[in-house]
């Protein structure tokens, strides 16, 4: 599929707390071909959008570290339809490799997929693409609280 068809009529939000990163993924999307690029700087400001904007968001692009809502609770939010967001929407999430931890919980809950940093606009777009051509199947709401819940400090 041609870069232009894959993000024709898709509306993207971006999450980051760092504007530079947000400004650089969302060009990258906008210049793409996507019909809307959405920012948000934190987790909770995510939520919101995805909730109250009147687009469906076709994916989200995430930073998997951002404060004071982070990316695993943005996700954990998703998986379980918080606020009525869509929890099958895919997520894309932005990590370095010494993230270990935040990556398997990311993974226990579904990412859809990650994308190293330094970010590469050619690894982006293409990893976008394919999530968006073929998500991740989405469980039972209630498998993940049950994931966070093996995730929490002092689970073992």
């Known amino acids: 599929m041609h870069v232009k068809d894959c993000f024709a009529n898709r509306h993207l939000l971006v999450l980051g707390d760092e504007a530079f990163i947000r400004t650089v993924v969302s060009r990258f999307l906008r210049r793409s071909g996507a019909a809307s690029v959405a920012e948000a700087a934190d987790g909770g400001s995510a939520i919101r959008a995805m909730a109250d904007y009147a687009l469906t968001f076709a994916a989200v692009i995430s930073d998997i570290n951002v404060q004071p ?52 606009r050619d690894d982006l777009i293409e990893r976008v693409c394919r999530v968006l051509e073929q998500p991740v199947p989405v469980k039972p709401a209630e498998h993940y609280a049950t994931v966070a819940q093996n995730f929490a400090p002092g689970a073992n």
């Open 69 to 120: 809502v982070n990316e695993i609770e943005l996700l954990r939010a998703i998986r379980t339809g918080q606020d009525g967001v869509k929890r099958s929407t895919p997520v894309l999430m932005l990590t370095v490799h010494s993230e270990v931890e935040l990556v398997a919980e990311a993974v226990a809950l579904d990412a859809d997929a990650f994308v190293l940093k330094p970010i590469h």
